[in-house]
């Protein structure tokens, strides 16, 4: 599960995200991490970052949004934050100095474990560039459930105490900061006190969503409409949803769509640039060889020959109707129903990035079944008290 602030709305989502890879390394060894070539080798230079922000401000027709977000990931970024640190410095001074209209609208963004939070060079970094950063963390609710899964790769211990000692400290830092969680198959039972537990430790807005990946087994979509029923149950009856929010309730979900007029790709896969320790570019980092278990990496271009447009060309066509099966352009509970592109590339029968993988059918089916029940009860609740429902 990952904590973060609202970086994901800034700008309407209509940034350029710009992703350095700046580590394959973590000192976690989560159970579940998805990124199945994680090393210690591959750590980005500054020389190949210099490189890659050299092209790309150097090239705005290129880039022509009016907004940036420039995103640091890993494994774990702030093992590199000398590096980010540097990196960030240089961005500023060349926008500047190029004049560049990304000057005046820039964010910084990175995802972390939360160990590293509160040191001292962390610290300063965050203090240094407070007024454009957005920073996540990753918690997995309770103790119990967060030391299942994300142990230290040196001992096995969990990491639990110290990423939430560190709550605290980033919620003062980032105080709308907001939680995103993933679940998988055996987070299931666990997903109700997760979400009152992170409700808890102040986070006020928790954003869920299931994995694309095709591990749903016999019955989950049943426990997770069970435990979204006694999560709605626990927060309309302790009144957590007047200042809390589960993006699991939605009043988007589950109507049809009309093609003709929305058929929008889901996610930004090709509007935004990913770039490894190579100097190789990907239209997210979902298509870099570390996150890809069956296919080939989709490099689009490098540091030094820049983007190649033939091979971007393809991203830029993707739509809804282009990549669905027809079950999912007449379903009638379509919407809110979400896809990651560099999955279904991941899990198509060849390498196409224009098959849509709905493992995840089932599971959209229990939430909205879910969410129809917690509307409901909130509408009724509304009625009685005879007020106008503006939640
Ligand atoms: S995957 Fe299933 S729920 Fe989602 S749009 Fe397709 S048919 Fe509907
Ligand atoms: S390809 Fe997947 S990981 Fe990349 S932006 Fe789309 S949804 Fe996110």
């Given at each position: 599960m990952i904590i973060r602030d609202d970086i994901g709305s800034w700008e309407d989502g209509r940034a350029k995200t710009v992703t350095f890879i700046v580590t394959k390394d973590c000192q976690l060894a989560c159970k579940y991490c998805y990124l199945v070539?994680?090393?210690?080798?591959?750590?980005?230079?500054?020389?190949?970052?210099?490189?890659?922000?050299?092209?790309?401000?150097?090239?705005?027709?290129?880039?022509?949004?009016?907004?940036?977000?420039?995103?640091?990931?890993?494994?774990?970024p702030f093992i590199e934050i000398d590096l980010i640190d540097r990196i960030c410095d240089y961005l500023k001074e060349q926008m500047f100095v190029k004049n560049h209209p990304w000057f005046n609208s820039y964010r910084f963004s990175l995802s972390t474990n939360g160990i590293n939070y509160h040191e001292p060079k962390v610290q300063r970094y965050i203090e240094?560039?407070?007024s454009h950063l957005s920073v996540g963390i990753t918690i997995d609710g309770t103790r119990a459930k967060h030391d299942m899964n994300r142990v230290y790769k040196s001992s096995g211990r969990g990491s639990y105490d110290d990423v939430v000692r560190n709550i605290p400290l980033w919620l003062s830092q980032f105080p709308g900061g907001g939680t995103k969680v993933t679940v998988s198959s055996p987070d299931l039972p666990y997903i109700k006190e997760s979400v009152l537990h992170l409700f808890s430790l102040g986070i006020r807005e928790?954003?869920?969503?299931?994995?694309?990946?095709?591990?749903?087994?016999?019955?989950?979509?049943?426990?997770?409409?069970?435990?979204?029923?006694?999560?709605?149950?626990?927060?309309?009856?302790?009144?957590?949803?007047?200042?809390?929010n589960c993006s699991f309730f939605s009043d988007y979900i589950g109507k049809p769509l009309d093609p003709e007029k929305d058929n929008r790709n889901w996610c930004g896969a090709g509007k935004m640039l990913s770039i490894d320790a190579a100097g190789n570019f990907y239209p997210c980092t979902r298509f870099a060889g570390y996150s890809l278990r069956s296919k080939q990496p989709i490099i689009i271009g490098n540091i030094h020959d820049g983007i190649d447009t033939d091979r971007l060309r393809p991203f830029l066509t993707l739509d809804r109707t282009t990549q669905s099966p027809q079950k999912c352009i007449?379903?009638?509970?379509?919407?809110?129903?979400?896809?990651?592109?560099?999955?279904?590339?991941?899990a198509a029968d060849t390498p196409t990035i224009f098959q849509r993988s709905t493992a995840i059918c089932k599971m959209h089916k229990a939430r909205v079944r879910a969410n129809n029940y917690y509307w409901s009860r909130l509408a009724r609740i509304a009625e009685k008290e005879g007020a106008q429902c503006n939640i």
């Amino acid at each position: 599960m990952i904590i973060r602030d609202d970086i994901g709305s800034w700008e309407d989502g209509r940034a350029k995200t710009v992703t350095f890879i700046v580590t394959k390394d973590c000192q976690l060894a989560c159970k579940y991490c998805y990124l199945v070539g994680k090393n210690s080798r591959e750590r980005m230079s500054f020389e190949v970052a210099r490189q890659a922000i050299d092209y790309i401000l150097d090239n705005p027709a290129l880039f022509p949004e009016k907004s940036v977000v420039f995103e640091f990931i890993g494994g774990e970024p702030f093992i590199e934050i000398d590096l980010i640190d540097r990196i960030c410095d240089y961005l500023k001074e060349q926008m500047f100095v190029k004049n560049h209209p990304w000057f005046n609208s820039y964010r910084f963004s990175l995802s972390t474990n939360g160990i590293n939070y509160h040191e001292p060079k962390v610290q300063r970094y965050i203090e240094k560039n407070k007024s454009h950063l957005s920073v996540g963390i990753t918690i997995d609710g309770t103790r119990a459930k967060h030391d299942m899964n994300r142990v230290y790769k040196s001992s096995g211990r969990g990491s639990y105490d110290d990423v939430v000692r560190n709550i605290p400290l980033w919620l003062s830092q980032f105080p709308g900061g907001g939680t995103k969680v993933t679940v998988s198959s055996p987070d299931l039972p666990y997903i109700k006190e997760s979400v009152l537990h992170l409700f808890s430790l102040g986070i006020r807005e928790v954003s869920i969503n299931c994995v694309f990946e095709d591990v749903w087994q016999e019955g989950d979509d049943r426990i997770l409409e069970e435990q979204l029923i006694a999560l709605a149950d626990a927060m309309i009856s302790d009144r957590l949803y007047e200042d809390h929010n589960c993006s699991f309730f939605s009043d988007y979900i589950g109507k049809p769509l009309d093609p003709e007029k929305d058929n929008r790709n889901w996610c930004g896969a090709g509007k935004m640039l990913s770039i490894d320790a190579a100097g190789n570019f990907y239209p997210c980092t979902r298509f870099a060889g570390y996150s890809l278990r069956s296919k080939q990496p989709i490099i689009i271009g490098n540091i030094h020959d820049g983007i190649d447009t033939d091979r971007l060309r393809p991203f830029l066509t993707l739509d809804r109707t282009t990549q669905s099966p027809q079950k999912c352009i007449d379903c009638e509970v379509a919407s809110g129903c979400a896809w990651c592109q560099g999955e279904n590339y991941d899990a198509a029968d060849t390498p196409t990035i224009f098959q849509r993988s709905t493992a995840i059918c089932k599971m959209h089916k229990a939430r909205v079944r879910a969410n129809n029940y917690y509307w409901s009860r909130l509408a009724r609740i509304a009625e009685k008290e005879g007020a106008q429902c503006n939640i």
